[in-house]
């Protein structure tokens, strides 16, 4: 049976820990690795199976290889940060080990993030015979598969899409972001971006917005524009589409906050020269604000996060909303995480599984829409994000 080794004891990292123990059959030997082991010992201290723990600096190729040749993994799981992808990737072809991870590369000094550096190293996972899945969270990751089982079972084109990301969660904190807050704010401060006949329009950064009527009850809540990195690869391998976009909603409280601390400059991301020593002030400002694990006990409400998807079927036009609604207070009582790292630690997880027991395989780099979509579907139903398809 084959062993795994997660890298990152972050939010996602513990949630990811806690699903690949529930599923013993597949992983056996699990090891968490992080750049502060103590974390990983105090997740590992949750789970009642062994789970054993290592320190290591992933921006650093040669102590990732012999973590990797010491511990000998099937597969190694990427939740550290985008930063960290290539590093990873390096460390996998060099010890001939497959790879999976959540978010795309982002350069730490340039916010800008994009699947062409990680696609880049296709032709070698492809020559070493391995694999490499990419956005293995929820968006990306189950967006693109809702996307690639909507245009296999129920379309023959897709037209339009529009990916809407909806935390209608509460913490109760002024001002807190529910992962990582220097990812977060650095993709949330980026100029809106999306696809429309066959070229790419730019908007200010959360310009656009439109009320939509949240399922179950959520109701109706402001949608935002945002460029999303499942738009990147989805404009590529779903051929015919027109329009994708992708929306996420943001209460006022966050906005408000946002806008502040944007203008008076806290989330620059260029070093300032302050008292003698260069302070990055997004990096100072992460400092302060809440640790989104800490959030786990806090957060009430539910996240829905779906496609709504137009297009043709035997000629007909046809639309479909295909979702999961995570509920914040189930996932802190099942792995004491926030629904924002369940919904992106379980799918890490089911595509850990599609890999490692066969069902997705393949040589080369891999987005999640380029698979068959039927397995995933159905583990997604049985490890605790169910979805739910509607035809408007
Ligand atoms: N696809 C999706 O739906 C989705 C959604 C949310 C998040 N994500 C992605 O998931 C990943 C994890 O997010 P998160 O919220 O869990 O972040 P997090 O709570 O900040 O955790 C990141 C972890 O990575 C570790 N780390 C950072 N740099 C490292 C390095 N050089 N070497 C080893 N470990 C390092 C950190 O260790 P220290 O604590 O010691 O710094 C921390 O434990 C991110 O890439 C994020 O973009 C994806």
């Avoid at 201290?45 to 650093?60: F, L, M, Y």
């Avoid at 006990?297 to 046809?318: A, E, F, Y």
Wanted: some cysteine.
């Amino acid at each position: 049976m084959p062993d795994v080794l997660i890298i990152g004891a972050g939010g996602v990292g513990q949630v990811v820990t806690h699903k690949c123990a529930q599923v013993p059959e597949v992983f056996e030997r699990i090891v968490l690795a992080s750049r502060t082991e103590e974390k990983c010992r105090r997740i590992a201290g949750q789970i009642r199976r062994p789970i054993e723990t290592a320190r290591v600096d992933a921006d650093k190729l040669p102590e990732l290889v012999s973590l990797i040749e010491r511990v000998r993994p099937a597969l190694v799981i990427n939740v550290a940060l985008p930063y960290q992808d290539l590093s990873i990737m390096d460390a996998c072809l060099q010890t001939g080990v497959d790879y999976l991870d959540t978010a795309n590369y982002e350069p730490r000094e340039e916010a800008r993030f994009s699947y062409s550096w990680q696609w880049d190293y296709d032709q070698p996972f492809r020559n070493a015979g391995l694999m490499a899945l990419l956005g293995s969270g929820f968006d990306p990751g189950v967006t693109n598969v809702f996307v690639a089982y909507a245009l296999k079972h129920h379309f023959d084109t897709i037209e339009e899409l529009d990916i809407i990301d909806c935390n209608a969660g509460d913490h109760g904190q002024p001002f807190a972001t529910n992962f990582n807050p220097e990812i977060n704010i650095r993709e949330v401060t980026a100029r809106g971006r999306y696809f429309e006949n066959g070229a790419w329009v730019e908007t200010d950064p959360l310009a656009v917005s439109r009320e939509f009527d949240f399922p179950e009850g959520i109701g109706p809540r402001r949608i935002y524009l945002m460029y999303h990195e499942e738009l990147e690869s989805l404009t590529r391998h779903i051929a015919g589409i027109r329009r994708a976009r992708f929306w996420m909603t943001f209460s006022d409280s966050y906005l408000t906050h946002l806008e502040v601390l944007r203008n008076v400059g806290m989330t620059r991301i260029d070093p300032v020269h302050y008292q003698g020593v260069d302070i990055v002030p997004l990096q100072f400002l992460k400092a302060l604000l809440p640790d989104p694990g800490s959030l786990g006990p806090l957060t009430k409400g539910r996240t829905c996060i779906g496609c709504l998807v137009s297009g043709t079927r035997d000629g007909r036009p046809r639309r479909y909303y295909v979702y999961n609604i995570c509920d914040h207070e189930a996932a802190y009582r099942e792995v004491q995480s926030q629904a924002i790292s369940y919904t992106t630690g379980v799918p890490a997880m089911i595509g850990a599984k599609m890999m490692l027991t066969g069902a997705w395989r393949g040589n080369g780099v891999f987005n999640m829409e380029q698979l068959d979509p039927d397995p995933f579907m159905d583990a997604l139903n049985r490890h605790g994000l169910p979805w739910t398809e509607t035809f408007l």
